[in-house]
Every structure is written in structure tokens, then in C-alpha cells.
């Protein structure tokens, strides 16, 4: 009983140390100077004119965005009870 909580709190220092590590490395290996320099720009923009489109769906009629709908083929064998 006690060599696996030995074994498991080994396994936790471990893990921790490996957690702190990883922390340490990508720490270490950020800096400032890799950064591109910041520029601003400014840019303006104009929305492009809305044109009908050719085909839109009639409210009246039915709706083409929907397939028909297919019953399946049924499956009755009168002998097999």
C-alpha cells in the first residue's frame, strides 16, 4: 500500500516538473525583438451596390429548397409470422 502512494506521489512530482519546465522554455524562448514593427494604415472602403438576383423563391409557390419526399418500399412477407 504505501509503495504505490510512494509511486504515485513520484509520478505528481514528476509531472509537475515537467508542467513547470514546459512554462520555463516557452518563457524563455519569447522575446520582444522577434516582433515586426508596428505601422498603422489607414484604409477606406466603399460597399460594393446590391444587385437583384436572378432567382429567388416564390412565397406563393412551393419551396424549391426542399427535395421531394420518397416513402420507402414496404416489406411485408404475408407467410413469415
Do not use: H, W
Amino acid at each position: 500500500m504505501a509503495s504505490k502512494r510512494l509511486g504515485r506521489r513520484i509520478s505528481a512530482a514528476v509531472g509537475g516538473a515537467a508542467i513547470l519546465a514546459m512554462i520555463g522554455f516557452t518563457a524563455a524562448c519569447s522575446s520582444e525583438s522577434d516582433k515586426a514593427p508596428e505601422t498603422s494604415t489607414t484604409t477606406t472602403t466603399t460597399e460594393p451596390s446590391l444587385t437583384p438576383t436572378e432567382k429567388k423563391p416564390n412565397p406563393s409557390g412551393t419551396n424549391i429548397f426542399t427535395p421531394p419526399v420518397v416513402a420507402p418500399e414496404q416489406t411485408y412477407n404475408p407467410g413469415s409470422r
